[in-house]
């Protein structure tokens, strides 16, 4: 089982940055890739970004360029970093962990991007 807590989420003004962090718990050791998906209700969980224990990265084609994932396997942490948002990045951001085949996920957080 691994658990996962996310935190950073907030009001921003378009153009501006946020970072969001995920920190995993329980069998760590399993954990292959990690990443952040967004969901508006009504629609689709989709990816954001995902990252693998290699290091190896995975970009949805709406944040490439704005947005950056990094880990730090030391820490058990995943961290989405965030620039130049725009109002249609608002969503609730899950992070995901995929361990032995099986995937985790977080409660959310919530990312409002308004002017």
């Known amino acids: 089982q691994v658990q996962l807590v996310e935190s950073g989420g907030g009001l921003v003004q378009p153009g501006e940055s946020l970072r969001l962090s995920c920190e995993a718990s329980g069998s760590i050791f399993s954990i292959y890739a990690m990443g952040w998906y967004r969901q508006v209700p009504g629609k689709q969980r989709e990816l954001v970004a995902v990252i693998t224990s290699g290091g190896i990265t995975n970009y949805a084609d709406s944040v490439k360029g704005r947005f950056t994932i990094s880990r730090d396997n030391a820490k058990n942490k995943v961290y989405l970093h965030m620039g130049s948002l725009k109002l249609e990045d608002t969503d609730v951001y899950y992070c995901?962990?995929?361990?032995?085949?099986?995937?985790?996920w977080g409660k959310g957080t919530l990312v409002t991007v308004s002017s």
């Open positions: 995901n962990a995929d361990a032995d085949g099986m995937n985790y």
